[in-house]
């Protein structure tokens, strides 16, 4: 295995992109032997890069991507109370998204609006899209530096309250039955209240969710600090204007499935937004997928999203 570097890599370098040698081997087997002997060493890699890549390991079966997550995740988790649309395949596997093709997810953090959010995201291409279909990624840290002293410590004051609207089966966005996994309001109350979410049931059955979190990460072992919002992903200016221009006409914007304000309650000024999205588009990089790839990130160092594409595309993650 290559040496691991002293400092962050280089604008444009993610992902550290790991290949077959004498000491891996080229099955996911192999790779999961050598994750075992040389552990410290691959995760102080991941913590230096934020994400890594590993290609022409031979990975097609969905219980190897998992069994492989695991080593970096220790614990790898269910999507319980997650916001975005997925399916569940098999043991602790999802698909990446559930979003259709045409549209762009833009980067994000998994879970930063949930009181503990994964540290680890694993994701794994079966087949890749005919055209597009990249998983583009940013270092956070190189985002934050970006970012300005005062809209900094602005949102280190305030953090952020993110807002979850969930119809009661069938509306706009994901339902509080699916985002739970559960017919039950009682369990959906006590996860609630276990998670420190503030609650309130409407008068259609429907459900509203508040929480505060914070903008800026502290990575649990690195001590680094890194740009964790969704400000600019949650807000309705961050949707397609063709998209929010149709919700629009059926629901106010306080409505939306999904929204932020600072953490006060009160409303995102447009130039924080502005100024967080050029930070943002600055840093972010993107490779194109290969059948068999395997990509690690480091949920507090790196963000990831989606770009429209054509074709299928079957990508899945693990969480933990």
């Given at each position: 295995m290559n040496g691991v570097a002293a400092q962050r890599p280089s604008m444009g370098s993610l992902p550290d992109i790991i290949t077959p040698d004498a000491t891996s081997g080229a099955?996911?087997?192999?790779?999961?032997?050598?994750?075992?002997?040389e552990g410290v060493a691959i995760r102080s890699r991941l913590?230096?890069?934020?994400?890594?890549?590993?290609?022409?390991?031979?990975f097609s079966e969905l219980p190897d991507f998992e069994n492989f997550t695991a080593r970096?995740?220790?614990?790898?988790?269910?999507y319980l109370g997650g916001a975005s649309?997925?399916?569940?395949?098999?043991?602790?596997?999802?698909?990446?998204t559930d979003t259709a093709?045409?549209?762009?997810?833009?980067?994000?953090?998994?879970?930063?609006?949930?009181?503990?959010?994964p540290g680890i995201v694993g994701f794994f291409c079966r087949e890749p899209a005919a055209v597009g279909g990249q998983t583009p990624l940013a270092d956070s840290r190189r985002v934050l530096d970006r970012l300005p002293a005062e809209l900094t410590a602005c949102f280190e004051r305030l953090g952020l309250q993110y807002i979850n609207n969930?119809?009661?089966?069938?509306?706009?966005?994901?339902?509080?039955?699916?985002?739970?996994?559960?017919?039950?309001?009682?369990?959906?109350e006590e996860i609630l209240r276990a998670e420190g979410y503030e609650f309130a049931w409407k008068a259609d059955g429907s459900l509203r969710t508040t929480i505060r979190c914070p903008a800026i990460g502290i990575h649990p072992r690195t001590g680094e600090r890194a740009w964790i919002a969704q400000a600019d992903h949650w807000h309705p200016s961050g949707l397609e204007t063709v998209v929010r221009a149709r919700m629009a006409q059926v629901l106010p914007e306080t409505e939306f499935p999904m929204n932020v304000t600072y953490g006060d309650g009160t409303e995102m000024e447009e130039k924080d937004l502005i100024a967080i999205?050029?930070?943002?588009?600055?840093?972010?990089?993107?490779?194109?997928?290969?059948?068999?790839?395997?990509?690690?990130?480091?949920?507090?160092?790196?963000?990831?999203?989606?770009?429209?594409?054509?074709?299928?595309?079957?990508?899945?993650?693990?969480l933990g």
């Open positions: 099955t996911p087997e192999s790779l999961c032997r050598w994750m075992d002997h913590h230096c890069a934020g994400a890594l890549l590993f290609r022409g390991f031979g970096f995740a220790g614990t790898l988790t269910t649309k997925r399916t569940h395949v098999e043991g602790k596997v999802f698909t990446s093709a045409q549209f762009t997810i833009n980067q994000h953090h998994e879970g930063a609006y949930m009181s503990q959010m969930l119809p009661n089966r069938f509306g706009l966005g994901k339902s509080w039955q699916a985002q739970f996994q559960t017919e039950k309001e009682e369990v959906v999205r050029a930070a943002i588009h600055a840093e972010t990089v993107q490779f194109d997928w290969q059948a068999g790839d395997v990509l690690i990130c480091d949920n507090y160092l790196v963000s990831h999203g989606r770009r429209p594409y054509k074709g299928e595309r079957k990508v899945f993650v693990a």
